[in-house]
C-alpha cells in the first residue's frame, strides 16, 4: 500500500511505515516499536508509559497491539506534506494508550505524542511517549559504524539559567536527566539524535539517557512531569485530568552532523510556536547593573546616555541609533518619580530608547501579609501567591515569593506596572525571575492544573499588554532568567545566568553558548550574552585589556544583544569603550544578529575555544583562551571548521586588520594567544 511516497505493510506481525528517510516497524506481538533511518541509524526497543494511580503502564505489557489502517491519514501543515497514523495499545482493565505519529516527506525527523484514555475522567502527572530499556546497550545504533569506535556524547540542556546553572556534554558511561530536548551524538563525527518536546503548554519534559558500557546507549526515556530542583520545583508535578490525556508531542531525529540537528529541532519548535517578531534592529547600548548595581541613580544613567550621543553613536556602535538601548536595572524605582521622567527625556533628546527592568512573578517582601502596591490595601500579597495543597505560599525562590500569574489581581498588578512602562516612554523592559511563574502549586484558576500552564497565561499577559498595536510602537521584552520554554513571548532571552567582566565570565557564557547556539532565531529573535563588561563591574576587579575584548568577542559572535556594562566616568572603561566600540568592522558583524556554531562538543560543563559562522563575506571564526596566566595556541582544523583550503586563503584579524596567505592544502590555522586572549578572525579564498 502507497500513500503518496510513503510505502505501508502490514504482515508477518509487523506494520511498517516508511518513507524515503525513516523506516517505523511497529511490532504486533510485543509492542514495541522500531525507528530506522535510511542513513544507517537507528532506535530500537521503544515503548511508550503512563502513570496511573500507583501503576506504571507500559504498552509492552500490553495484551493487544493494532495499527488501524483505516486511520491512517494523509496531512499537511508547517513542516510539509506527510502521515499520521497510530499504534494502538488495548487491556482490559486500563486505559488505551495510543502512540500517534507524524512522519513528513524527507524530514529525517518524526513527531510522536502519547495519547491515554479511559472510560472514566482520570488524573495523572507523569505520560512517557517515547522510551527504551535494553541492557546490552543497544538502544541506539549510529550512522557509519566502519570507521574507528569514538565517544558517544550526550547533552544536558538546562531547564532555566538560574543559579549559574552549565549546560554540559557527558561522555557515555553516565546518566544524564536532561529538560526538553537533548542530542546523542559521536563527538568526532557529529553523526547522532536530536529527541525533544516541542509542544510546551501543559508538561515540563525530562529526558533521560543512560549507559553502563562505554559507546552503549542502554537507556533512554523521554516524559512529560518532570518537576526537580532543576525545575525549581518543590512540589510534585501537577496533574492533568480528563477521560483522554495527551503527552507532550515529541521531536526524534537522525543527522549527520548533531549541530543541524538541534538547529533543525529549534526550527521546528518555531513552526508550532513562532518566535516573537521583532522588526527593529539589533538592540545595542547599555544595562546598568553590573556597572553600578544597587547604586544606580540619575547621573551614573544620564551620564551614560550623553556619553554614548557622543563619542559612540554616529562612530560605527549602533548608527543606527533607533536600536540604541539606554536600561535602567534594578533599583530604578529608587529614583524620585520627576528624576525618572528627566532621565527618560534626556535619553529620548539623545535620540536613543530608554529601557526599565521588573519581575513580575516575584514578591521580594518578607511579609506575604503586605499589601499589594495599587490596591488600597484590600488585596495583599499572600492573596496572589502560589500556594501548596496546605493553603501555604511556596517557599522563596532566590530570595522572592513566587506570585500566581492566574490569580486577577497579579494579573492586574503586572498590567498596571507595564503600562506605566509605557506611559513614562520607555521603549524596553528586561524582565528578570520569571521561573518563578512556572513552579508547580495550587493556582487561583482551579481549571489550571499545571506550573507551565499558568506561566503560559502570565506571559501571554505581558505579551499582549506590550503588542505595539496596543502601545502604539516597538516595545522589545527581554527575558533575563527565565525557562527555556515555553517561548514566543519575548524578542531576546540570557543564554547564560549572570556574566560579568573577567574570562572565567566569558567561559561561562561561551558554554551556554556551545551547547544552545540554536537558540538564536529560532526560539528568540537574539540569545543575550548578558552586560559586556569592558573594564570593571562594580563587584569584581578590573579586568586586564585581554579579558574585556574577549568578553566583547563573545558577546559579538553570540547572535545577540549587545548590550554595555561600565561606569563611563571611569576614564580607562570610557577609553576601551571610544577605542573598541567603533570598530566598524566588529560592530557590523554583532550586527548581522547571527550566532556562531561551536566547532566541537566535547568539553563537558566548559565552553568550547573556537566558534564558527558561515556567511557570503567568507567564514568567521572566534578562538578564546580560557586560561587568565598562561598563554596557549590553538590549532583549528580547517576541515572542524568547515573551510575549504585547496586553493589557498586570505585569513584577516578583524581588530588588527592584519592579513596573512596561507598556501594551498593548509590543514590548520594556529592561533597563539596571550592569557584571556582571543580573537575574531575572516577566512576568504584567496
Given at each position: ?166 549546560f554540559a556534554s557527558h561522555a557515555i558511561p553516565c546518566s544524564v536527566q536532561s529538560y526538553e530536548t537533548t542530542a546523542i551524538y559521536r563527538s ?46 518543590t512540589l510534585a508535578h501537577g496533574a492533568l485530568r480528563g477521560k483522554s490525556i495527551v503527552s507532550p508531542t515529541i521531536f526524534v531525529g537522525a ?87 528627566d532621565a527618560v527625556r534626556r535619553v529620548k533628546g539623545n535620540g536613543q530608547k530608554p529601557g526599565i527592568y521588573y519581575t513580575p512573578f516575584a ?324
Amino acid at each position: 500500500m502507497e500513500i503518496g511516497t510513503f510505502k505501508i505493510e502490514h504482515g508477518q506481525g509487523e506494520f511498517i511505515v516508511a518513507n524515503e528517510v525513516i523506516q517505523a516497524t511497529a511490532n504486533l506481538a510485543s509492542g514495541e516499536l522500531t525507528l530506522r533511518w535510511s542513513s544507517g541509524e537507528a532506535l530500537s526497543g521503544l515503548y511508550a508509559e503512563a502513570r496511573y494511580g500507583l501503576a506504571q503502564l507500559r504498552t509492552a505489557y500490553y495484551s493487544k497491539h493494532l495499527v488501524q489502517e483505516s486511520k491512517i491519514q494523509p496531512i499537511e501543515d508547517g513542516f510539509g506534506k506527510g502521515l499520521r497514523w497510530s499504534f494502538e495499545h488495548e487491556e482490559l482493565g486500563k486505559p488505551t494508550l495510543r502512540q500517534h505519529f507524524r512522519m513528513y516527506e524527507q524530514l529525517p525527523y518524526l513527531l510522536t505524542e502519547l495519547e491515554a484514555e479511559s472510560e472514566f475522567e482520570w488524573e495523572t502527572n507523569e505520560l512517557t511517549p517515547l522510551a527504551a530499556y535494553l541492557n546490552d546497550g543497544s538502544v541506539a545504533e549510529f550512522g557509519d559504524s566502519t570507521g574507528p569506535v569514538e565517544e558517544i556524547r550526550t547533552l544536558f540542556i538546562p531547564f532555566d539559567n538560574d543559579k549559574w546553572v552549565r549546560f554540559a556534554s557527558h561522555a557515555i558511561p553516565c546518566s544524564v536527566q536532561s529538560y526538553e530536548t537533548t542530542a546523542i551524538y559521536r563527538s568526532q563525527s557529529r553523526n547522532g539524535f536530536v529527541i525533544g518536546s516541542v509542544t510546551h503548554d501543559s508538561w515540563k519534559t525530562g529526558i533521560v539517557v543512560e549507559g553502563t558500557f562505554a559507546e552503549a546507549v542502554g537507556r533512554l526515556r523521554v516524559f512529560g512531569g518532570a518537576a526537580d530542583m532543576q525545575t525549581r520545583d518543590t512540589l510534585a508535578h501537577g496533574a492533568l485530568r480528563g477521560k483522554s490525556i495527551v503527552s507532550p508531542t515529541i521531536f526524534v531525529g537522525a543527522f549527520a552532523d548533531y549541530r543541524d540537528g538541534l538547529e533543525q529541532y529549534g526550527k521546528a519548535n518555531a513552526v508550532l510556536t513562532p518566535a516573537l517578531p521583532w522588526e527593529g534592529g539589533i538592540p545595542m547600548g547599555w544595562n546598568s547593573w553590573s556597572a553600578v548595581m544597587s547604586k544606580l541613580d540619575y547621573e551614573v544613567y544620564t551620564h551614560t546616555s550623553d556619553f554614548f550621543a557622543k563619542e559612540l553613536q554616529q562612530n560605527g556602535f549602533a548608527d543606527d541609533s533607533d536600536s540604541l538601548y539606554v536600561n535602567f536595572d534594578a533599583f530604578w524605582n529608587s529614583l524620585p518619580e520627576e528624576q525618572l521622567k528627566d532621565a527618560v527625556r534626556r535619553v529620548k533628546g539623545n535620540g536613543q530608547k530608554p529601557g526599565i527592568y521588573y519581575t513580575p512573578f516575584a514578591f521580594w517582601g518578607s511579609n506575604p501579609d503586605s499589601p499589594v502596591e495599587g490596591t488600597d490595601g484590600r488585596v495583599l500579597y499572600r492573596d496572589i501567591l502560589i500556594k501548596d495543597q496546605a493553603g501555604l505560599p511556596l517557599p522563596k525562590l532566590d530570595g522572592a515569593f513566587p506570585i500566581d500569574p492566574t490569580h486577577p489581581e497579579a494579573q492586574e498588578r503586572i498590567k498596571r506596572s507595564l503600562d506605566s512602562f509605557v506611559e513614562l516612554g520607555f521603549d524596553y523592559v528586561k524582565l528578570d525571575f520569571l521561573t518563578h511563574g512556572a513552579m508547580e502549586g495550587v493556582f487561583h484558576d482551579e481549571s489550571v492544573r499545571t506550573g507551565i500552564q499558568a506561566y503560559n497565561i502570565g506571559m501571554a499577559l505581558v505579551r499582549d499588554t506590550l503588542a505595539p498595536e496596543r502601545v502604539g510602537r516597538p516595545f522589545l521584552i527581554n527575558l533575563s532568567i527565565a525557562p527555556l520554554f515555553p517561548h514566543g513571548y519575548a524578542h531576546s532571552r540570557r543564554v547564560s545566568c549572570d556574566a560579568f567582566g573577567m574570562i572565567s565570565d566569558t567561559e561561562y557564557m561561551l558554554n551556554a553558548l556551545t551547547y544552545g547556539w540554536w537558540i538564536n532565531d529560532n526560539l528568540y529573535r537574539y540569545n543575550d550574552p548578558d552586560h559586556v563588561v569592558l573594564y570593571k563591574s562594580d563587584n569584581q576587579r578590573a579586568t586586564t585589556e585581554h579579558e574585556g575584548r574577549s568578553r566583547l568577542n563573545s558577546a559579538v559572535i553570540a547572535g545577540t544583544s549587545l548590550l554595555l556594562g561600565d561606569d563611563y566616568r571611569e576614564p580607562e572603561a570610557a577609553r576601551r569603550a571610544k577605542a573598541w566600540m567603533t570598530n566598524r568592522e566588529v560592530m557590523a558583524l554583532a550586527r548581522r544578529g547571527q550566532t556562531f556554531k561551536p566547532v566541537e562538543g566535547r568539553s563537558g560543563s566548559k565552553g568550547e575555544n573556537v566558534f564558527v559562522l558561515h556567511t557570503e563575506n567568507g567564514v568567521y571564526a572566534a578562538a578564546f583562551n580560557f586560561d587568565g596566566d598562561t598563554g596557549c595556541t590553538i590549532l583549528a582544523s580547517f576541515a572542524r571548521l568547515g573551510i575549504d583550503s585547496s586553493k589557498g586563503i586570505v585569513v584577516r584579524d578583524l581588530w588588527s586588520g592584519q592579513e596573512l596567505n596561507l598556501e594551498a592544502g593548509s590543514g590548520e590555522h594556529g592561533n597563539e594567544l596571550a592569557p584571556a586572549e582571543s580573537r575574531l578572525l575572516l577566512f576568504k579564498q584567496a
